[in-house]
């Protein structure tokens, strides 16, 4: 089993930065992918980023060049630092891992909304 804790979220003005961070535990967390989803009101839950124990790093089109996942091992924590905030980045964020049997861990999510 792993459990994710989310931190970071906040109000921000358009322009602002956040970073988020989350914290996993249990077993072998460190070789797991790593990410981070976003769910808009009203919409689906949509990837943002994920980042491989190996430290390869996929990001969506939309966050390219302004969002930035990244990973310590050494502290189980993986970071997603945010730049260039627009008011439609207001989402509930989800940290996410995948283990190697597949198996899909969640954590419970944290607001970030950016006011205009």
């Known amino acids: 089993q792993v459990q994710l804790v989310e931190s970071g979220g906040g109000l921000v003005q358009a322009g602002g930065s956040l970073r988020l961070s989350c914290a996993a535990s249990g077993s072998f967390v460190s070789t797991n992918r790593m990410g981070w989803y976003r769910q808009l009101p009203g919409k689906q839950r949509e990837l943002v980023a994920t980042i491989t124990n190996s430290y390869s790093t996929n990001y969506a089109d939309s966050m390219k060049g302004r969002f930035t996942i990244s990973r310590d091992n050494a502290k189980n924590t993986v970071y997603l630092q945010m730049n260039t905030l627009k008011p439609e980045d207001t989402a509930v964020y989800y940290c996410?891992?995948?283990?190697?049997?597949?198996?899909?861990?969640w954590g419970q999510g944290t607001q970030v909304t950016v006011s205009s």
């Open positions: 996410y891992s995948r283990d190697r049997l597949m198996r899909e861990y």
